[in-house]
């Protein structure tokens, strides 16, 4: 189980990491290697929603997942100089977080699915 718990733990910091790194080298990256960052960052969010969130954290995930997805929605690249960059660490953070947010809905329904009614 420790050895889950650092997994899902070094997941999150990387997928975090790389989602910055990704967004400050907006315009910079090519198509292909754009592909690559987006399929590692969905592979780290699909680890970080099967170890990292437990039944307490759900909700506070679920709705923190909510919020960057509103902040996405925002026209960030009109701010002058940054908007670009933010724009781009949003997106990248998004598909970081959007299959873990997956997971933990999915989890969450079954275990809601699953206990009869009272």
Do not use: C, H
């Not at 910055?20 to 680890?47: E, F, K, N, Q, R």
């Amino acid at each position: 189980m420790e050895m889950n718990n650092s997994l899902g733990s070094w997941a999150f910091i990387l997928g975090v990491l790389i989602a910055i790194i990704a967004g400050l080298a907006a315009g910079s990256l090519d198509v292909i290697t754009t592909g690559y960052m987006a399929v590692v960052l969905v592979v780290l969010g699909l680890v970080v929603g099967f170890l990292n969130i437990g039944a307490k954290q759900v909700t506070d995930f679920l709705i923190a997942a909510i919020a960057l997805v509103a902040v996405g929605a925002a026209n960030l690249a009109t701010i002058p100089m940054i908007g670009a960059y933010l724009a781009s660490m949003v997106m990248y953070l998004a598909a970081f977080v959007a299959p873990a947010a997956l997971i933990v809905a999915l989890k969450a329904i079954y275990n809601t699915a699953r206990t009869p009614a009272a």
